[in-house]
């Protein structure tokens, strides 16, 4: 019995059927000794609300990661109150399923609580209040999960591409010691976890000399760090295989894994040179940024197949150096890039089509895995 996972008739007719352990022709059977391949995992997924993204996620992915809902900002929206009844059906989904979880994210300066940095006035706490606070937070959320979760993306975006420090209120109030910090805080909650340094546009120099330098002070203060996550919200052309492939490589000199944590590949144009991820980014819709609201041309989705083609026989190459490779969302209506930076286009940037269906990239991968 094959599963949903080849396109065409033959998925349309097995939707629904199991996806049969052991078939080497199956994405997460065909990638097993290799690394990880997982999916960002949405609330919708989770609680029922789609149904179709959980199917595919249980029958092709090995691992997850939650896409929203372990955000400081939904954890603990008030201080000392805590939310945990969506990450909680997160990690049982996971174990449920015999996936490997990992936690997103403890510190990210977007996405985090007001009161977070500040005091009753609106005024910036001191530096040993909020040091305080991100103790207690990660503390709280990584011994919840404690076993459970193997890995935490401990600081998320915390480099600008220029390879500076990104000048956050978090930043403002800490400077460097932020991210020693959680990383401690995060290791002595659960020392078994491993500990990940999360970042978009890893492919730019700055930003790669950047990481390479706090993953050797976070080691020579004896820190616990396990790997880099280089996120991969990436374009038709931008970054080069090859800056992506300096980056990989300069990362893992270093001693550490290498995590693609973040994949996914825009067909749409860009209304500005765009290497980046950062969420505040927006631009109103017009018309002519969308083109393919109503299908996408076959020119164009052999492009997309090819690029999406040659990452992945990237990260086969370097298989001894990454862990994980993780796709942000299952299927393309799930995808943030719909939204991003202009909201309300029509984007085809995952592995799986709006109907479920593989798209033959998957094929293409799951022979290039092959010996
Ligand atoms: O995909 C996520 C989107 O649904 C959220 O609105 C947004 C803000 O929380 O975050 C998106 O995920 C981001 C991830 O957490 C960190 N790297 C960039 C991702 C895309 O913006």
């Known amino acids: 019995m094959k599963p949903i996972f080849y396109s065409g008739i033959l998925a349309l007719s097995m939707a629904g059927c199991g996806n049969p352990q052991g078939d080497n022709s199956t994405l997460r059977s065909a990638l097993k000794d290799k690394f990880h391949i997982g999916t960002a995992l949405s609330v919708a997924q989770l609680t029922g609300g789609d149904t179709l993204s959980e199917r595919v996620a249980r029958e092709n992915f090995s691992a997850i990661v939650p896409e929203n809902c372990m955000k400081s900002m939904f954890l603990q929206p008030r201080e000392g109150e805590f939310f945990f009844d969506e990450a909680d059906k997160f990690v049982g989904w996971g174990e449920a399923n015999n996936m490997w979880i990992t936690g997103h994210c403890l510190v990210w300066h977007s996405q985090a609580p007001l009161w977070l940095c500040t005091d009753k006035d609106g005024n910036n706490v001191s530096p040993e209040t909020l040091a305080e606070r991100l103790k207690s937070h990660i503390t709280a959320v990584v011994t919840r999960y404690k076993g459970r979760i193997k890995g935490w993306d401990v600081v998320n975006e915390a480099i600008l591409d220029d390879g500076s420090w990104r000048k956050s209120k978090l930043y403002e109030i800490l400077g460097e010691e932020l991210i020693p910090l ?52 990436i374009g038709m052309d931008y970054p080069a295989v090859e800056e992506f492939e300096k980056s990989l490589l300069a990362f893992a000199e270093t001693g550490v894994k290498v995590m693609i944590t973040e994949l996914d590949l825009t067909v749409l144009p860009s209304p500005r040179p765009n290497t980046g991820a950062a969420v505040e980014a927006s631009f109103d819709y017009q018309k002519e940024l969308n083109p393919y609201a109503d299908g996408l041309p076959d020119s164009v989705a052999t492009a997309w197949t090819s690029r999406m083609a040659d990452f992945f026989r990237l990260f086969l190459k370097h298989q001894d150096k990454i862990t994980r490779v993780t796709l942000w969302g299952v299927c393309d209506d799930d995808s943030w890039r719909n939204d991003w930076p202009v909201p309300g286009r029509t984007d085809y940037a995952l592995l799986f089509d709006r109907k479920g269906h593989a798209k033959p990239v998957v094929d293409v991968i799951v022979g290039a895995s092959k010996p």
């Open 182 to 233: 959680a990383f401690r805080f995060a290791h002595e909650a659960d020392p078994d976890a491993e500990l990940y340094y999360n970042d978009y546009s890893m492919a730019l120099e700055g930003k790669r000399n950047a990481v390479v330098q706090l993953v050797k002070t976070l080691k020579e203060r004896g820190l616990r760090i396990d790997a880099v996550g280089m996120q991969g919200h």
